[in-house]
Each structure stands twice: as structure tokens, then as C-alpha cells.
């Protein structure tokens, strides 16, 4: 009879492990609390948690040794970077390429794209950013227009490759990507069902077996 309830508890124990058995993803270090020079974060091995959402660098290029990122949460469901050049941009092409994952039961549902200039001579830019789907922002004589980007199906993470480029007059000082997320909707997992069912009725082949022996 021990024997019988003992097994009984084990494949209890077994249906739990399916329920919540599964490695929890490392967690990233804090993002550093103000800007840092770009070249000091090396791709691929820098990995940072800003409230929640996780950025990944992957690759950069045609950025100066001193431009400057800096990571914010204008909203506790909103991301920021902004990357500040040492000096103005004024020509050639700038590439920043990331992935952004969002916080936990939380998906990615839209993301921006801005730039500036403080110059007085008037600056041109475009940036560009680019994942499953596009946001472009262009500055022009100082006026800019940031581009806006809804995710048709809500994501966990989503990959970047941002490019400023087309830059004229003054140049571009500062560029930024945003990000908001929303809570997942919930969906019903069919194994702590199984796992309470397969013990039910095992339990019940039990208590059979106990009046059979009574």
C-alpha cells in the first residue's frame, strides 16, 4: 500500500515537472546610468536591462570613438537610446545594429525614430530604423519629422539595423529610438491540465485497489 501511494506522489511530481520544469533566460546586466562612449560596448558581448527590456548590440559602424549612447525609460512600459555625436555628424553614413526584447509578459507593439540639430547653419539627415517593420525620421533645415511604426502582431523581441545617413548642411547631432510594449495576452497551458488529470487518475486506480484488498 506505502508502495502504491509512493508512486502515486512521484507521478504527481513528474506531471508538476513538465508544468515548470524550463531554464530562465541569464538576466542582463543594468544598463549604464548615463552616456557612455560608443566604443566602449563591444558587439555581440554587451547586453543590458533598462527597466525590464533587454538591448543587445550586435555591430556598429561610421560612428566616432567618442559619440555617446545613453539608455532611458520615459514610461515604465517605454525604452529609449539616444546616441549623441562628440561632434556634429556631417557626413558619411552611421549604422547601429541591436535586437530589443521585451520585459517579461510584456510584446513589442511600436517603436519610433527622431533626430536633431542645434546647429545654426540648418541640418538634413534621414534615420532609418529598421526591423520587422520600418520607422524613418528626416530632419530638414532643422525641422524634423520622427516616424512612428505599430507592430501589426505584437512581438517578444525584434531585431534593428538603425542607419542615419543623407547628411547636409549643419549635420545631425542626436539620434533616438523608442519603444513601448504591452502586456501579453494570457494564454491557457494544456499541461497543468494533463498533469492534474494523469494524477487523478491514478489516484483513482488506487483507491480501487485498496477496496479490492478490503
Known sequence: MNN????????????GTFVFAG??????????????ALSTLTPL????????????????????ALDAITFSNP???????SLQGNSVWTSGAKVLNYSLTAPS???LNVHT????????????????????????ATLTNNNTTAG???YPVNLASDTFTATLSGISGGGVETIQSSYGAVDAPAVPGPLPIFGAA?????????????????
Open 4 to 15: 502504491c501511494f509512493k508512486l502515486g506522489a512521484a507521478l504527481f511530481a513528474a506531471a
Open 23 to 36: 531554464a530562465a533566460p541569464a538576466n542582463a546586466a543594468a544598463c549604464p546610468n548615463g552616456s557612455v
Open 45 to 64: 558581448a554587451f547586453s543590458c536591462d533598462q527597466g525590464g527590456f533587454t538591448f543587445n548590440l550586435t555591430g556598429f559602424s561610421g560612428f566616432s
Open 75 to 81: 514610461a515604465t512600459t517605454q525604452f529609449r537610446y
Open 105 to 107: 509578459g510584456k510584446l
Open 113 to 136: 525614430a527622431s533626430l536633431s540639430s542645434a546647429t545654426i547653419t540648418p541640418g538634413n539627415g534621414t534615420f532609418a530604423v529598421i526591423g520587422t517593420n520600418s520607422a524613418t
Open 148 to 150: 512612428m511604426v505599430n
Open 198 to 214: 494523469a494524477a487523478f487518475g491514478f489516484s483513482r486506480k488506487v483507491r480501487n485497489r485498496l477496496k479490492a484488498a478490503a
